[in-house]
């Protein structure tokens, strides 16, 4: 998603003189060839990150669209306050970017795991969250963000779904995507997990318990009219996401379903549910520790499905 | 303009509304009230009838507790009518007790956290240089906030991209929140410590009206590095029971407080 993202960026700024991108001293291999090629569109401020976003707040103001961008925690929660009071109070034009959303970093360390950042974020007024789950959309968002006025967030993960687009696929903030469909559950996913998502449909569909997979790349603002359908038209929802399960994309889901009085008739997340794991490992070795693998997802959507099903025969044997 | 004329209703102005509504800071506003109408009735190239003007030099009032000052300030010099100060801190206000630009012309940026003008204000000089533009972007601190970190991420900055079209002064009263500068966390050796960091520094008496116009009119102090003023200044300046005292940095002046602190402002003795 990375390599996506800056692609892209090379050719916002180059039809663009008004695009600027900040480094807080990261992007090794990656950002060189963006700071040769534009250096009066290109600055790194060093290790300091509420500076960071005071300066690309202070640029914004003057006209300028600036992207931020660094790993993990350090352009969101390293400096949040700045985000809040500089960026959003003023409705600049900042996008934020992070690289290295959930366990992407595993082996780096719990410090390095982005495992909040969607629902701290998403609980700002007029922040929009993109947190694409493949690479077409990671390179479509870039662009997304980059024209839509105001803050936004973009998560970007070391793991995707590949390719997933349709010829002609127009990307849209704010418009999930449907991969797949089905009737008996809806997958609604966010980020890089999408790839597992997909794996699990297709698993489940031999078994015969057929998903549609939503990719909800934006997590704010929601796909409201897909999700009502979905409830409508599938049998329960399942929430996937590798961020704790405490207000992300699953809490998100929840509250649109029930104040839109339109709730699934199952509902669960998968997510994070456990403390900072105290040892370290791939992104995939982490996932499947915190109950989010391949299996795991699986397995969690067999049991809804088959559960509703035991019910609904229950419930008929005892009308009858 | 008569700049001490100026102050005089600054200072008149920011007590009527911390009386009316209430609020704190009274002796922050005080201490920093010469060097705002200075700035403003002097040395800012500004202009009220058209707030956004591109070619403006920019002002952020990064110790944005201070609010009743720069609304003040802002109001006597034509950005919006004088009446409105009126409403500061009541409901449906938008005169907050930390200044905020929401719908008042010549508020360049929202503060109240501290911490945060001095790295926007860095960003603002920075986008001027990149496009070749003349104006400049003062910012006032406190120095109080000296102590929060982000300050001195941005001061390393402006100096290592020599930003010589920015101005941090410093509200040098040595008083904060709960107790003195010096009892709460040691600023001094102050002066030496920005100009380590690269910055060109002037100390003033903040209160002298000359000494400052004299000291803004030598901007920027040397090419190619970024300038600082520090003001030594008196916390409560212009009413003698709220000179130097922490009481003041919280308590509203009510009742005979309030009146015998106006006539002493409308005497202009201190």
């Not at chain 1, 803050?151 to 797949?180: M, N, W």
């Amino acid at each position: 998603m990375r390599t996506e993202f800056i692609r892209r960026l090379h050719k916002l700024a180059e039809a663009n003189p008004d695009l600027f991108l900040i480094t807080g001293d990261l992007g090794f291999g990656v950002l060189g060839d963006f700071a040769k090629k534009f250096p009066r569109q290109y600055l790194n401020v060093g290790v300091a990150e509420q500076n960071m976003m005071g300066v690309a707040a202070g640029l914004a103001l003057e006209g300028r669209r600036v992207f931020v961008y660094s790993i993990g925690n350090f352009p969101t929660l390293r400096c949040l306050e700045q985000i809040r009071n500089d960026v959003l109070y003023h409705r600049l034009n900042v996008k934020i970017v992070a690289i290295g959303g959930g366990f992407s970093y595993g082996q780096l360390g719990f410090s390095h795991h982005a495992t909040e950042d969607l629902s701290i974020l998403r609980s700002f007024p007029g922040m929009t969250v993109v947190s694409p789950g493949d690479l077409w959309e990671a390179a479509e968002a870039t662009e997304a963000v980059f024209s839509r006025p105001g803050p936004c967030y973009l998560r970007l993960d070391k793991s995707s779904a590949g390719h997933t687009e349709r010829p002609g696929e127009v990307f849209e903030i704010g418009k999930a995507r449907q991969l797949r469909d089905g009737r008996d559950a809806t997958l609604i996913v966010s980020g890089g997990i999408l790839e597992l998502a997909l794996k699990a449909a297709e698993t489940l569909d031999v078994e015969g318990i057929h998903c549609r997979v939503l990719s909800a790349h934006t997590v704010k603002p929601l796909d409201a009219d897909a999700l009502e359908r979905a409830s409508r038209e599938t049998g329960g929802f399942v929430t996937i996401e590798e961020h704790v399960i405490d207000g992300g994309l699953g809490g998100a889901v929840a509250e649109l379903c029930l104040e839109g009085r339109f709730p699934p008739a199952f509902f669960h997340r998968i997510g994070i549910r456990s403390d900072y794991p105290d040892v370290v490992g791939s992104q995939s070795f982490l996932r499947a520790r915190c109950g989010m693998d391949l299996k795991a997802i699986r397995n969690a959507v067999a049991a809804l499905v088959r559960g509703k099903a035991r019910e609904r025969g229950r419930a008929e044997r005892a009308a009858k | 303009m008569d700049i001490a004329a100026y102050a005089k209703k600054i200072r008149i102005h920011a007590l009527r509304m911390t009386s009316r509504g209430g609020s704190s800071h009274i002796a922050s506003v005080f201490s920093m009230t010469d060097i705002l109408a200075v700035l403003y009735g002097s040395v800012l190239r500004v202009d009220p009838k058209n707030a956004k003007w591109a070619e403006r030099d920019r002002f952020i009032l990064s110790k944005g507790h201070a609010g009743a000052g720069i609304y003040a300030t802002l109001a006597e010099r034509g950005f919006f009518p004088v009446s409105q100060l009126d409403t500061h801190y009541q409901d449906g206000s938008l005169l907050s007790g930390h200044v905020s630009h929401k719908g008042i012309p010549g508020v360049e940026f929202s503060t109240g956290s501290l911490g945060h003008g001095l790295s926007v204000a860095g960003g603002m000089a920075y986008s001027a240089k990149l496009d070749g533009k003349g104006h400049r972007v003062f910012v006032v601190l406190s120095d109080g906030e000296c102590d929060e970190g982000s300050n001195w991420e941005a001061i390393l900055f402006a100096a290592h991209h020599k930003l010589d079209n920015l101005v941090a002064i410093v509200d040098y009263n040595k008083i904060q929140s709960l107790a003195s500068v010096s009892e709460t966390l040691e600023l001094e050796p102050f002066a030496d410590k920005w100009k380590s960091f690269g910055w060109d520094v002037r100390e003033v008496a903040g209160h002298d009206l000359k000494a400052l116009n004299d000291t803004f009119e030598r901007l920027p102090f040397s090419p190619e590095r970024p300038s600082c003023v520090i003001a030594h200044t008196t916390k409560g300046k212009g009413v003698s029971f709220m000179e130097n005292s922490v009481l003041w940095h919280y308590r509203t002046a009510r009742g005979d407080e309030f009146e015998k602190a106006l006539q002493e402002l409308e005497k202009g003795a201190l």
